[in-house]
């Protein structure tokens, strides 16, 4: 059973930066692909960002490339999401989930993660 904390969320005026983490525990980090998922009020959890099993891949939602990075720490157990020049459509709460499936993919299902935090509000003003 893994167990996943994000922090680093809060309180943001358009154009700012944050940087959230996720550590996670009780299982072997590097077995598990990481992803960041958002949910903003009235709307549906949807997909940010993922990282393959060692870093060498990242795949983003259209409307965050260029701005948000993925990167994880595996010494670390840790998974970051770097998000530069925020807007109030970012706004929202934000979810890392680890994955253990045998593939990674560009476009994979919520359904394909099988861990997922509690999650950490983001909120930016314009």
């Known amino acids: 059973q893994v167990q996943l904390v994000e922090s680093g969320g809060g309180f943001m005026q358009a154009g700012g930066s944050l940087t959230l983490s996720c550590a996670a525990s009780?299982?072997?980090?590097?077995?598990?692909?990481m992803g960041w998922f958002r949910q903003a009020p009235g709307k549906e959890r949807d997909f940010v960002a993922s990282?393959?099993?060692?870093?060498?891949?990242?795949y983003y939602k259209d409307s965050v490339k260029g701005r948000f990075t993925i990167s994880r720490d595996n010494a670390k157990n840790t998974v970051y999401l770097q998000m530069i020049g925020l807007e109030p459509e970012d706004t929202a709460v934000y979810y890392c989930?680890?994955?253990?499936?045998?593939?990674?993919?560009?476009?994979?299902?919520?359904?394909?993660?099988?861990?997922w935090g509690q999650g950490t509000q983001v909120t930016v003003s314009s």
């Open positions: 989930a680890a994955g253990s499936r045998s593939f990674f993919r560009p476009i994979m299902p919520q359904s394909d993660y099988d861990y």
């Open positions: 009780g299982g072997t980090f590097v077995n598990y692909y």
């Open positions: 990282v393959s099993w060692t870093g060498g891949s990242t």
